[in-house]
């Protein structure tokens, strides 16, 4: 008899990761490709040439892979199966499940799509520094930010599908029409809020537009905050007292025993978690706050991945 695996698949806005994994978690094969300015059905092809490829690999190792776990950057919509992914043009609502079940489901294999932050905090949970919680929070901080919540061990997910924005907590005052796209707390203190944060205070001051003949990113913010830039240097914190206040607010609200952060901005930023910390004292439910760990991801770039595999399991589980 086969022994049982399962396919996770963690699609970007840039790249797709995949793995092929046993029941125990170990990783039997590892796959990453570019996405080359694929749009629309032609990365949905590209998913389903991935798992062909892992289909392949069980059946020499004499592997039945029971289910696929698809970890998607943006809104997977758990009633329809679409999916709305903002990163990746014509993805406004792609029935990626429907597209999956047309081909796997002849194979009895079952499909399971959930968001990028879900799987965040999913992969966390099975494999990383949420391991024993029931309830702990991902805070993704990339080129955009989110949050994987756990509630009493089960994911939040809201009544339709979109708990975890955190890009659109409301900060700031007075409202700005620069947070329609992205949101208050995206705005200044995501990736792309800190390149944006070096410019707007570089305007203010004056200043070019562009520093050395180029412009700014979330790299040159952190590397100059290293040369005590003050630009940098007031961007970062400016992006302490954001990232601390959000963290008080999902501690006063949640009361969870972590908050981990992720995503490719922590990185260079998880050397300020004392200082997070320290700025979420001030605002937090004072109890709570002295009872949670900040935490930077043991897993890094591949929560979503461990995520994605963890939701595959689980659904070969309920076969």
């Avoid at 410019?199 to 537009?209: S, T, V, Y």
């Avoid at 100059?224 to 830039?229: K, N, S, V």
């Avoid at 240097?233 to 009361?255: C, D, P, T, Y």
């Avoid at 043991?298 to 461990?306: E, F, Q």
Wanted: proline letters at 3%; glycine letters at 12%; charged letters at 25%.
């Amino acid at each position: 008899m086969n022994k049982a695996a399962a396919v996770g698949i963690d699609l970007g806005g840039t790249k797709l990761a995949g793995a092929l994994f046993q029941a125990d978690g170990r990783v039997l094969q590892r796959v990453v490709v570019p996405l080359e300015g694929r749009q629309g059905r032609a990365v949905g092809t590209m998913i389903l040439a991935a798992i062909a490829g892992f289909l392949d690999t069980a059946q020499v190792r004499k592997l039945k892979i029971r289910a696929i776990g698809v970890s998607v950057p943006g809104i997977a919509n758990s009633q329809t199966g679409k999916v709305w992914a903002p990163n990746i043009p014509g993805w406004e609502a792609y029935p990626l499940r429907r597209e999956l079940e047309s081909v796997l489901k002849k194979r009895s294999i079952r499909v399971a799509i959930d968001s990028d932050r879900a799987c965040y905090i999913l992969g966390e949970m099975w494999r990383g520094a949420a391991r024993g919680c029931r309830n702990a929070i991902f805070v993704a901080v990339g080129t955009g930010i989110g949050a994987g919540i756990l509630v009493d061990g089960r994911i939040l997910r809201g009544a339709h599908d979109i708990a975890g924005a955190i890009g659109w907590l409301a900060l700031d005052r007075p409202f700005r029409p620069e947070y329609v796209s992205c949101g208050c707390f995206e705005h200044y203190a995501s990736g792309d809020g800190l390149a944006k944060a070096a410019k707007e205070i570089q305007a203010k001051r004056g200043l070019a537009g562009k520093r050395r003949g180029r412009d700014w990113t979330a790299r040159d913010v952190f590397l100059a905050h290293g040369r005590r830039h003050p630009v940098a240097r007031k961007v970062i914190r400016q992006a302490i007292e954001f990232w601390g206040m959000a963290v008080a607010n999902l501690v006063s609200l949640f009361n969870p025993e972590k908050i981990i952060f992720g995503g490719g901005v922590f990185g260079p930023a998880a050397k300020f978690r004392d200082d997070i910390y320290a700025e979420a004292k001030l605002w937090a439910q004072p109890v709570a706050i002295k009872r949670v760990r900040l935490l930077v991801s043991r897993l890094g770039g591949d929560a979503g991945l461990y995520g994605a595999g963890y939701l595959a399991l689980h659904a070969a589980r309920d076969c």
